[in-house]
């Protein structure tokens, strides 16, 4: 079984800076792809960026340029630095990996969020 948990969140002016954490533990051969989702209560949960096990990036239009996500594959853990935040970046932040778990079979696995709140 693989957990995946979120750290990092909290509460920060406008402006300022966070970076998250998703550290993944448990039955792992290697995480192939590893993302962030943030959602808003009443809204769909929303993709953010995504690192793939080589390394290459993809982020929503609207944090390019503010959000950088990296990983370390020695450690299983996947960051998210966030920079220049505004309110509506306020959200739970969530990790989702995929993971391969034996040589033919992957599994996709959630952590349980962790809230960034940005004041303005």
């Known amino acids: 079984q693989v957990q995946v948990v979120e750290s990092g969140g909290g509460l920060v002016q406008s402006g300022g800076s966070l970076r998250l954490s998703c550290s993944a533990s448990?039955?792992?051969?290697?995480?192939?792809?590893m993302a962030w989702y943030r959602q808003v209560p009443g809204q769909e949960r929303e993709l953010v960026a995504t690192?793939?096990?080589?390394?290459?990036?993809k982020y929503a239009d609207s944090v390019k340029g503010r959000f950088t996500i990296s990983r370390d594959n020695a450690k299983n853990t996947a960051y998210l630095q966030m920079n220049s935040l505004k309110p509506e970046d306020t959200a739970v932040y969530y990790c989702?990996?995929?993971?391969?778990?034996?040589?033919?079979?992957?599994?996709?696995?959630w952590g349980r969020g962790t809230l960034v709140t940005v004041s303005s």
């Open positions: 448990g039955r792992i051969i290697s995480i192939i792809d």
């Open positions: 690192i793939t096990i080589g390394g290459t990036t």
């Open positions: 989702n990996d995929r993971v391969r778990i034996t040589a033919w079979s992957d599994t996709e696995v």
